[in-house]
């Protein structure tokens, strides 16, 4: 038996709401990469974080990742500004890469390099990152581990560059 004044709370840590906005032409895969000094401080609309994708796919920003219940919304934007509302797709038994819309493909951390030489996530170096996938047709290649190879890569590159502007 509980006890009158014992109660049990349950706080679920709510991720800041992010609204992406997606180049109308851009297909597959794009990543965010969080936490690093160099990176963009996003703009905020409606109390939401606005996050543009650059057309490498890979964007790099200040802040740094949150976990959480997530409150995404996904626009494609025209070279106007005009933004069209697309839809977030799960993965899964419902998942249908014919359909037009964005998922969240996963989270997780290229490990830096420690003191001792081995790699951790929890390096001053490591990169944080979420990685996002834009469907629009089904000949799309989503899970194409050679698109996989070459986005760790560029990643890699770009926010080397970004930390030695720093």
Known sequence: ??????????????????????????????RVIYGEQCGQDPKEENGRRVLEIPSSGILIIKPKFEAGIVNNEYYFIDKDGHRTKTQELFKGT??????IGVFLDGT???GG???????????????????????????????????????DSLTHAQVDQCRRKD
Do not use: W
Request: aromatic share 16%.
């Open 108 to 110: 997780g951390n290229i």
């Open 113 to 151: 390099q420690m003191p001792d030489g081995s790699l951790s996530s929890e390096s001053p170096l490591a990169i944080h990152f979420s990685d996002y996938y834009v469907c629009k047709n089904d000949s799309d290649q989503y899970g194409n581990s050679k698109i996989e190879s070459r986005f």
């Open 1 to 30: 038996m509980v006890p009158d004044d014992l109660f049990i709370l349950y706080f679920y840590n709510k991720t800041t709401p992010e609204t992406y906005l997606i180049p109308k032409d851009f297909q597959g895969k794009f």
């Open 94 to 99: 419902g998942f249908d890469e014919s359909k």
